[in-house]
C-alpha cells in the first residue's frame, strides 16, 4: 500500500494514537476497553497522506489488510468487462473499507479498488493481526461482524437505489444517506461538502452527469436544497425524504 510509510518529516505511525483520535468514538477503537485500546494500536499502521487519485490498493491485489478512514474520502471502484469504471460506494471518516476481500482463504484478492478523492490518510490494520485480537475480544469480534452486516446492507440499499428509484428520488436519497453519515460523526448533517464530483455521484447513482447537474438545479429551484459548487445545504430534510421514500445510510 503506497499510503503506510515514513512521512517526509520521519513520524511514523507510532507518533499518531487512537485515543488522541477524534474519530475513536465511531471506528475499532469504541470496541475495546481502555485496557485492550494499546493492544488494537499496536496492530495499526498509519502513514503518510494520499494524495488525490492515488490509490489504497487496486483490483486484484492480495488481500492482507482492511481499512479506516482518517481523514479525506475515498471511493471504491471495480472495472467492468468492458474496462469502465464502476464506483462501489463512498467512504468517509472513521468509516472502514476494502472488506470486499474477505473469503476466509489464504491467496484471496480485493476485488474493488480504493482510491483517494481528495488530501486523504488511512489507518491500516493486518487482517490476520485483527482477527487474532478479535477471538480475544469479544466486543471488537462483535464490531467486526456489525461493520461486515453494513457493508451487506450497503450493497443491497445501492442495489434497490438503482433499480427502482427516479433520479430525483435516487439523489435525494443520496443526500440523506450522507447527511446521517455526517451527522453520525457529530458534523452538521444540514450543510456539509460533497467529496466526490458529480460525474461520480452520476456513476455510483446509474445517471448521466447532465441528469444529476439537472436534479441538483431543480431541487435547489424547489427550495429543498441549496447549492454552492461542492458545497449542499439540505433546507428542507422532511421534503427531501418524502422524495427519497425512506431515508438510507448510503454507501
Known amino acids: 500500500m503506497a499510503s503506510i510509510s ?4 520521519g513520524l511514523t505511525h507510532r507518533e499518531a494514537h487512537c485515543e488522541d483520535c477524534s474519530l475513536s468514538p465511531i ?19 498509519r502513514g503518510r497522506p494520499l494524495q488525490r487519485g492515488e490509490h489504497v490498493f487496486r483490483s486484484g491485489t492480495p488481500f492482507e489488510s482492511i481499512y479506516a478512514v482518517r481523514s479525506g474520502a475515498l471511493k471504491t471502484y471495480r472495472l467492468t468487462p468492458e474496462g469502465d469504471e464502476q ?5 468517509l471518516p472513521g468509516e472502514m473499507f476494502g472488506l470486499g476481500g474477505l473469503g476466509g482463504h ?3 484478492t480485493h476485488p474493488n479498488a480504493a ?34 452486516s453494513r457493508e451487506i446492507s450497503a450493497d443491497e440499499q445501492l442495489l434497490v437505489l438503482l433499480s427502482k428509484r427516479s433520479a430525483e428520488e435516487r439523489i435525494a436519497a443520496l443526500l440523506l444517506g450522507l447527511a446521517a453519515r455526517f451527522r453520525r460523526r457529530n458534523l452538521s448533517a444540514t450543510r ?11 456513476n455510483y447513482l446509474g445517471l448521466v452527469v447532465e441528469t444529476v ?4 438545479t431543480r431541487l435547489q429551484a424547489q427550495g429543498l436544497i441549496e447549492v454552492d459548487g461542492k458545497e449542499i445545504s439540505i433546507l428542507d430534510p422532511s421534503a427531501l425524504s418524502t422524495i427519497a421514500g425512506s431515508e438510507i445510510e448510503g454507501g
Not at 87 to 91: A, D, E, N, S, T
Not at 120 to 144: K, M, N, W, Y
Request: aromatic share 6%; proline share 6%.
Open 27 to 45: 471506528c475499532l477503537p469504541m470496541a475495546v476497553s481502555d485496557a485492550d485500546l494499546h493492544r488494537l494500536e499496536n496492530i495499526i499502521e
Open 6 to 9: 515514513p512521512s517526509e518529516d
Open 115 to 148: 482510491v483517494a478523492l481528495e488530501t486523504s490518510t488511512v489507518c491500516e490494520v493486518p487482517f490476520d493481526l485483527i482477527e487474532g485480537l478479535a477471538i480475544e475480544i469479544p466486543g471488537l469480534q462483535r464490531h467486526l461482524f456489525k461493520i461486515m
Open 106 to 108: 489464504s491467496g484471496e
Open 213 to 216: 447537474s439537472r436534479v441538483f
Open 87 to 91: 464506483i462501489m460506494g463512498f467512504h
Open 192 to 202: 456539509f461538502r460533497l467529496p466526490m464530483s458529480r460525474g461520480d455521484i452520476g
